[in-house]
């Protein structure tokens, strides 16, 4: 369990840095399982286009923080203007980075879909466990279950 | 006139061809174009409501701002599924 996560929205500075933060911790954690998968299924260009969508998924979740939080200390008037344009412009990245590549040889549609797709889904229900639960009940910490017995007080 | 009627219909079927491959591109930029428009105007509501939450209750901005970007983040899982969609269909 993330201790960043926990303290995002209670009185942090920057709770979606870290969210967001979080989420790329998780995604590295993650990471050499899914790029293990893309190797054994598609072989070596399988695991290149793997980490090219995991890392877009990565470099997406911190842009879009980055974006919130400088908006929202400009002012809270500014934020609708720089989230939708973040929305383009990370939208336009992702097309940067991959329509010059997307005719290469070694270009695999299917492991760059996969991952960009289910990373960022897994990775947002992952936190969103965390957050959830933080934000209906902030002192509650989801971890192990408590199993003292009735009558303990230690 | 045979080879006439055959030249013609053969030039007909090269340009149904290139027509086809046209159409396909058509529609990827139209496909991710559509796709594109229900994330903008579901991050648009999420933004509204955070700043409004974010208004009314100054002491609740954190909550209002983690929930929006949670909110944001997982509007944009269309539009990354439209993009996914839209480099498929690319001829």
Redesign the interface.
């Known amino acids: 369990m993330s201790e960043a996560s926990v303290g995002?929205?209670?009185?942090?500075q920057a709770?979606?840095r870290e969210?967001?933060t979080d989420l790329f911790r998780r995604g590295l954690i993650i990471s050499p399982i899914l790029l293990a998968l893309c190797l054994i299924f598609w072989g070596v260009n399988g695991l290149a286009c793997g980490s090219i969508g995991l890392g877009l998924v990565l470099i997406?979740?911190l842009m879009?923080?980055w974006i919130?939080d400088w908006a929202?200390k400009i002012s809270?008037?500014f934020?609708?203007v720089a989230?939708?344009g973040g929305?383009i412009l990370?939208?336009g990245m992702?097309?940067i980075v991959?329509l010059p590549i997307?005719n290469s040889n070694w270009f695999e549609?299917m492991p760059?879909?996969i991952l960009?797709?289910f990373s960022?889904?897994g990775l947002?229900i992952w936190?969103?466990r965390y957050?959830s639960a933080t934000?209906a009940y902030p002192g509650l910490k989801p971890g192990k279950p408590d199993i003292r017995r009735h009558g303990d007080t230690n | 006139m045979l080879s006439l009627l055959a030249t013609t219909f053969s030039i007909l079927a090269q340009a149904v061809t290139d027509n086809t491959e046209g159409l396909k591109a058509i529609g990827a930029g139209l496909g991710y174009g559509l796709a594109?428009i229900g994330?903008?105007i579901g991050?648009?509501v999420v933004?509204?409501a955070?700043?409004d939450a974010?208004?009314r209750q100054p002491e609740s901005a954190?909550?209002a701002?983690?929930?929006?970007?949670?909110g944001?983040?997982?509007t944009?899982?269309l539009?990354?599924?439209g993009?996914?969609v839209f480099?498929?269909l690319?001829p």
């Open positions: 995002a929205g209670e009185g942090s709770p979606e969210v967001a997406n979740f879009g923080a919130i929202v809270p008037q934020l609708m989230v939708l929305f990370r939208m992702l097309a991959v997307r549609i760059f879909g960009l797709i960022h889904l947002l936190e969103t957050v934000l | 594109a994330p903008g991050i648009g933004v509204a955070a700043i974010m208004t954190g909550t701002r983690t929930t929006m970007f949670l944001i983040a997982f944009e899982a539009a990354l599924i993009f996914v480099i498929l690319l």
